[in-house]
């Protein structure tokens, strides 16, 4: 089952660039999308979403891109920190609001 | 800030024991799910509750499932006969309403032995 799609299972990225992860779906009854990091030993930690009758949403140093006819979401995180480094989970809401469903993560690294 | 706790941590049990895995959600939260996580696999839903009763299920909440609010701050997840494919991480979450980010717990890590 692969209706959430992060395709790059890691990513490097030097402290002050920016960082773009990038997930795409299938399923087109996901009505809105979050992502969601984690640390070690830890549950994943909500970051930012968007509905899908936005294209974009920003929060501070994170912004999330929506284009939705390419069934394609980015978050963006600039300047970029070590504190940063974490797994990034895409996960997509279905317009019942009682599932979520994760992608497989992206693992990035920012380094000093 | 208010966060779902889950205990224990980490349980190891043999296959075919019976398990109940404990949630505390966040206090005035409506909407209660499980998620596991198998080794190298991607978080899956398992279930979700609101109103005392389940509102949606997947696939892999069979029969050896099941899910309660006993007390009214408490939310458990039982399985009762246990596999050894049931060895996983399993999260925890909650919601105020439909459509919120949900709240995840710290995990607690299933040992099927």
């Known amino acids: 089952d692969q209706q959430v799609k992060q395709n790059s299972p890691s990513l490097s990225v030097q402290e002050g660039r920016i960082s773009i992860l990038n997930c795409d779906y299938t399923?087109?009854?996901?009505?809105?999308f979050l992502w969601y990091k984690k640390y070690p030993a830890e549950g994943p930690t909500f970051l930012i979403s968007?509905?899908?009758?936005?294209d974009k949403n920003e929060d501070g140093r994170f912004t999330v891109f929506l284009n939705k006819s390419a069934k394609h979401l980015s978050l963006h995180i600039v300047p970029s920190q070590p504190g940063d480094s974490a797994v990034y989970f895409c996960?997509?809401?279905?317009?019942?609001?009682?599932?979520?469903?994760f992608g497989g993560g992206t693992r990035l690294m920012v380094k000093p | 800030e208010p966060e779902v706790t889950q205990t224990p941590s980490h349980q190891v049990t043999q296959m075919g024991q019976e398990v109940i895995l404990r949630c505390v959600p966040i206090?005035?939260?409506?909407?209660f799910y499980w998620y596991r996580q198998i080794l190298g696999q991607k978080v899956e839903f398992l279930v979700s509750?609101?109103?005392?009763?389940?509102?949606?299920k997947s696939e892999i909440f069979d029969d050896q499932f099941s899910v309660e609010r006993p007390d009214g701050s408490n939310f458990t997840l039982k399985i009762r006969s246990t596999k050894l494919e049931d060895s996983a991480m399993y999260f925890c979450?909650?919601?105020?309403?439909?459509?919120?980010?949900?709240?995840f717990g710290p995990g607690t890590r299933l040992t099927v032995t």
């Open positions: 399923n087109s009854m996901f009505d809105y």
């Open positions: 206090s005035n939260h409506l909407y």
């Open positions: 509750f609101y109103n005392n009763e389940i509102s949606e």
């Open positions: 996960v997509a809401g279905d317009n019942a609001g009682n599932m979520l469903t």
């Open positions: 979450a909650s919601t105020r309403g439909l459509w919120d980010e949900q709240y």
């Open positions: 968007i509905s899908s009758i936005k």
